[in-house]
């Protein structure tokens, strides 16, 4: 027969507690694995720089840290274009191998030179799809460098140092397979649009170590009570 203690109670509590806490506070990881496609014109600069971190340290893929300054090794830009653009140009993101839960995105756009920065990307907008770019919706940005409601479509011009991310979060969206990015205007550039980096993020599922933790925690308590 089970006796209720309130020695015993105070460690149950404190044990869901904790459990709580680690999913409330469930930090958000980088989406890995990613690769693009382009529609709408062709690359002088590789693509495959926007996604796979060179130019941050270690020239590896992150969320975070600081891009050193555009250059044909470590940045995306288009070969010429007619530009004010007519149509968008489309970049469409692989997120890996499997679905992920799609939280926001880290983005650094040109930096160094005037003539660079002019062909940062100024105005964009945001699609995914989660069967395969199937078919595309609209995402709809709730914060911009954590601001709530910030975003107005548009990224920052790039300075002539190296910077940090701009970071746009939206609503969970569970499931995500592709990301496309529609840039829709420059910095004055006329014949070429850029950026250097991008970066995707969603919440992780809580690991299996973690779950079992929870359940040893758990049958402690269970046995606190007995």
Do not use: C
């Not at 926007?50 to 893929?61: E, F, M, R």
């Not at 699609?127 to 595309?136: E, G, L, P």
């Not at 409601?149 to 939206?170: L, N």
């Amino acid at each position: 027969m089970m006796k209720l203690t309130t020695k015993s109670l105070v460690l149950s509590t404190a044990t869901f507690g904790l459990m709580l806490g680690v999913a409330q506070n469930a930090q958000a990881s980088l989406i890995t694995g990613v690769t693009a496609t382009l529609t709408g014109t062709t690359s002088n600069w590789a693509l495959d720089n926007v996604t796979n971190g060179s130019g941050l340290t270690g020239n590896k893929p992150s969320l975070g840290g600081t891009h050193a300054l555009s250059a044909t090794t470590n940045a995306w830009r288009s070969n010429n274009t007619t530009l004010p653009l007519v149509d968008p140009i489309s970049i469409t993101f692989k997120l890996g191998t499997v679905p992920q839960d799609l939280i926001g995105l880290s983005f650094w756009n040109m930096t160094g030179l005037t003539s660079l920065t002019a062909m940062g990307v100024q105005g964009a907008n945001f699609q995914y799809s989660i069967d395969n770019a199937a078919n595309f919706t609209a995402l709809a940005p709730t914060a911009f460098n954590g601001v709530a409601g910030a975003w107005t479509g548009s990224f920052t011009r790039g300075g002539a140092t190296i910077s940090g991310p701009e970071t746009v979060d939206f609503n969970l969206v569970k499931g995500v397979t592709h990301v496309r990015l529609n840039i829709t205007s420059n910095y004055g550039s006329a014949q070429r649009v850029g950026f250097n980096e991008i970066a995707f993020k969603s919440i992780p599922e809580p690991s299996a170590s973690l779950a079992l933790l929870g359940l040893g925690l758990a049958g402690v308590g269970l046995r606190k009570r007995i």
